[in-house]
T-cell receptor, first 110, second 114 residues
Framework: KQEVTQIPAALSVPEGENLVLNCSFTDSAIYNLQWFRQDPGKGLTSLLLIQSSQREQTSGRLNASLDKSSGRSTLYIAASQPGDSATYLCAVTEDDKIIFGKGTRLHILP | DAGVIQSPRHEVTEMGQEVTLRCKPI?????LFWYRQTMMRGLELLIYFNNNVPIDDSGMPEDRFSAKMPNASFSTLKIQPSEPRDSAVYFC????????????FGEGSRLTVL
């Protein structure tokens, strides 16, 4: 059974720092991996989608990498800003199912 | 496109009452997912549909929960009778069929059962 783990559960960093969020999954037979952002009381917003054949995707200050063989993905956020404060979730697509980690709650200190 | 639309956004009801949550997926998306989110368990997949057909409902917690998708533009999640432990945020999400598409979420329905 696929399990998705995100460590740490919470993270606080000063504004301007670069940071890395981690995601690991137990079964490498995935179609893709997606990173989401969730603000309090809101739905999930897709940030980046990496297909299983890809190694990374970039959007602005965000860069996501995927290492299928080791079951890991990272989300790199450059030059963090207070507006980046949110919960970040990763999800893997296996067959037709999409399975989520519990997220990392990120707080950027002004 | 208006995105995935869910209603109601908030629902407060008493134990034993029937609750119906509604979802309109993005036009052209053939896969629809219902998730439940709680602090303790995170996001749990309840059921998903491909082309209006339920594919996997193994995540539905009990027989009190049921979901339908009568057409490509509408789905419901019903809880009857509701219990306090059903209190959670229920999300609907849609995706183009094929397994490689991006998943889009609605804003969620926050359910409180007293």
């Amino acid at each position: 059974k696929q399990e998705v783990t995100q460590i740490p559960a919470a993270l606080s960093v000063p504004e301007g720092e670069n940071l890395v969020l981690n995601c690991s999954f137990t079964d490498s037979a995935i179609y893709n991996l997606q990173w989401f952002r969730q603000d309090p009381g809101k739905g999930l917003t897709s940030l980046l989608l990496i297909q299983s054949s890809q190694r990374e995707q970039t959007s602005g200050r965000l860069n996501a990498s995927l290492d299928k063989s080791s079951g890991r993905s990272t989300l790199y956020i450059a030059a963090s800003q207070p507006g980046d404060s949110a919960t970040y979730l990763c999800a893997v697509t296996e067959d037709d199912k999409i399975i989520f980690g519990k997220g990392t709650r990120l707080h950027i200190l002004p | 496109d208006a995105g995935v639309i869910q209603s109601p956004r908030h629902e407060v009801t008493e134990m034993g009452q029937e609750v119906t949550l509604r979802c309109k997926p993005i036009s052209g998306h053939n896969s629809l997912f219902w998730y439940r989110q709680t602090m303790m368990r995170g996001l749990e997949l309840l059921i998903y549909f491909n082309n209006n057909v339920p594919i996997d409902d193994s995540g539905m917690p009990e027989d009190r929960f049921s979901a339908k998708m009568p057409n490509a533009s509408f789905s419901t999640l019903k809880i009857q009778p509701s219990e306090p432990r059903d209190s959670a945020v229920y999300f609907c999400a849609s995706r183009p069929t094929g397994g490689t598409g991006e998943l889009f979420f609605g804003e969620g329905s926050r359910l409180t059962v007293l």
